[in-house]
């Protein structure tokens, strides 16, 4: 059993920056991937970002290719650093674990087996 807790959200202006934490407990081995996801108001469930665990083999959604970047620190945490923020990026940001990663599913939100409760994310002026 995993349990995630995001934080870092908040309202930044557009051209602005933020950095999500994830931390991670109850971690049952290395062979996972944390995923951070995104979902605004009537919309599906959207992949932002992944990274294995073993090898650091990084996913960026194409949205968020070169102002966004995925990192791990110490201790099982996950990172999400967003810059250059636009008011399309304005949605709840979930952190997820997939406990057996595979490439062909590391984008799909089925594949995650334990999330966070989210963290707001509000990009305005």
């Known amino acids: 059993q995993m349990q995630l807790e995001e934080s870092g959200g908040g309202l930044v202006q557009p051209g602005g920056s933020l950095r999500l934490s994830c931390a991670a407990s109850?971690?049952?081995?290395?062979?996972?991937?944390m995923g951070w996801f995104r979902q605004s108001l009537g919309k599906e469930r959207e992949f932002v970002a992944a990274?294995?665990?073993?090898?650091?083999?990084i996913f960026y959604a194409d949205s968020v290719k070169g102002r966004f970047t995925i990192s791990r620190g110490n201790a099982n945490t996950v990172y999400l650093q967003m810059n250059s923020l636009k008011p399309d990026d304005t949605a709840v940001y979930y952190c997820?674990?997939?406990?057996?990663?595979?490439?062909?599913?590391?984008?799909?939100?089925?594949?995650?087996?334990?999330w966070g409760q989210g963290t707001q994310v509000t990009v305005s002026s």
């Open positions: 997820a674990a997939d406990l057996a990663p595979i490439q062909s599913t590391i984008a799909d939100h089925r594949a995650y087996d334990y």
């Open positions: 990274i294995r665990w073993v090898g650091n083999r």
């Open positions: 109850g971690r049952p081995s290395n062979n996972f991937a």
